[in-house]
Structures are given as structure tokens and as C-alpha cells.
């Protein structure tokens, strides 16, 4: 069974501090990992996408991925309370067709003014 | 750019009718869409995985001919809930991706409420 690991939170940071969220899979295979945010009953909007080893940083976020040791982040700078929401951690396998993604069951996150 | 979009937002009809779900993409051919259903409080869970002018893929324990996928054009899927139960009242989210790249866009989902 390939996973996607994350911690379910509550994540609790105050407005303005550095929010981090981590991952970890299972499948060693796997290239493409995806950070997708979901407000409470709304779907998931996509935040970013990382392939490579290492940094990726859109706007105030940052995504790090390790491959060795299948972990991958996602790093929210200057938190503000509309950051609110789950984050997914998701992952396609490898091995796999059609790009199917496997979900990990989201972090909470709390953004306090 | 990566717009999709669903119809209808929300639904609500008595047991046992059928409800059509549709899932377009706006802006980009989907040569895959996916589709989710999600309950409260929990997890995503994958139903089905549809390629343009193919047979749908069911995941494990989705009844095909209960959960009905069509994906006529690059544009549409559209998901039927046949003979749908209480049970079946959940949110139905589908995404798309066009093959070029790997990326799943979502679409704002369906909320489905039978009586």
C-alpha cells in the first residue's frame, strides 16, 4: 500500500510567524508531489508542485522535497489568517497510469489574528 | 488558466432518481478527469479515473453501474448517481489534467443531498 503520511494538526501558529507543514511517502518511486489547499467545504485549489530535490518558492510559499528521505514540505511565510484551511500533501506514484494522485488526509491549519 | 468547472453546484432530489453530474474544463483539453466524492470531515477518495473516449477506471469497491462516467470530448465528463440513496449525499469533486502535464485542477464540487 503506497502512503502519504501527514500530521493531522491542529496546526496553530499566530499571524505573521512561519507556518510548516510536513509529508512523507512511502513509495521511494514516486516524482511528483503536490501541495493543494482546501477551505472548509470548498475543493482543492492547487498551491504548488515540486519534482526536484530541494527549494521551490512561489510568493510566501516555499515547497522542499527530500527524496532520501521521502519527505516533502511546504513552508507558509508571514501567515495570515485567510491561510486558514486543510493542506494536502499528494503524491503520484510510481508505476502508476493516468497520473493518478494518492492524498494524504490534510493538516489543519489555524492562522490566529 | 486551469479553469474547471461543474454543474450543477448543489443538488438535492429524492431517493431512487438519478442525479448527471457534469465537469468541464474551460481552458485545456482534459485527456484525464478524475472523480472524487468527499464526506464530511474526511479524506478524498478517488472513484473512478476516465480517458477521453475510454471505459472508465473504477477504484476498488465503487459499483460501476451505480456510479455512471462518461468522457464524450477533451471538455466533458459527466458523472451519473443512478437510483441514488441517502447514502449516496455527499460532496462530488472532479479534476482534470491534460496529459501534457501531471497536474490535477480542481473543480468546485457538487453537493448532493438525497431525501
Known amino acids: 500500500q503506497k502512503e502519504v503520511e501527514q500530521n493531522s494538526g491542529p496546526l496553530s501558529v499566530p499571524e505573521g510567524a512561519i507556518a510548516s507543514l510536513n509529508c512523507t511517502y512511502s513509495?521511494?518511486?514516486?516524482?511528483?508531489f503536490f501541495w493543494y489547499r482546501q477551505y472548509s467545504g470548498k475543493s482543492p485549489e492547487l498551491i504548488m508542485f515540486?519534482?526536484?530535490?530541494g527549494d521551490k518558492e512561489d510568493g510566501r510559499f516555499t515547497a522542499q522535497l527530500n527524496k532520501a528521505s521521502q519527505y516533502v514540505s511546504l513552508l507558509i511565510r508571514d501567515s495570515q489568517p485567510s491561510d486558514s484551511a486543510t493542506y494536502l500533501c499528494?503524491?503520484?506514484?510510481?508505476?502508476?497510469?493516468?497520473?493518478?494522485?494518492?492524498f494524504g488526509k490534510g493538516t489543519l491549519l489555524t492562522v490566529n489574528p | 488558466g486551469a479553469v474547471v468547472s461543474q454543474h450543477p453546484s448543489r443538488v438535492i432530489c429524492k431517493s431512487g432518481t438519478s442525479v448527471k453530474i457534469e465537469c468541464r474544463s474551460l481552458?485545456?483539453?482534459?485527456?484525464?478527469m478524475f472523480w472524487y466524492r468527499q464526506f464530511p470531515k474526511k479524506s478524498l477518495m478517488l472513484m473512478a479515473t476516465?480517458?477521453?473516449?475510454?471505459?472508465?477506471?473504477?477504484e476498488q469497491g465503487v459499483e460501476k453501474d451505480k456510479f455512471l462516467i462518461n468522457h464524450a470530448s477533451l471538455t466533458l465528463s459527466t458523472l451519473t448517481v443512478t437510483s441514488a440513496h441517502p447514502e449516496d449525499s455527499s460532496f462530488y469533486i472532479c479534476?482534470?489534467?491534460?496529459?501534457?502535464?501531471?497536474?490535477?485542477?480542481f473543480g468546485p464540487g457538487t453537493r448532493l443531498l438525497v431525501l
Open positions: 479534476s482534470a489534467s491534460s496529459g501534457v502535464e501531471e497536474t490535477q485542477y
Open positions: 513509495d521511494r518511486g514516486s516524482q511528483s
Open positions: 515540486i519534482y526536484s530535490n
Open positions: 499528494a503524491v503520484i506514484n510510481s508505476g502508476g497510469s493516468n497520473y493518478k494522485l494518492t
Open positions: 481552458d485545456f483539453q482534459a485527456t484525464t
Open positions: 476516465s480517458n477521453e473516449g475510454s471505459k472508465a477506471t473504477y
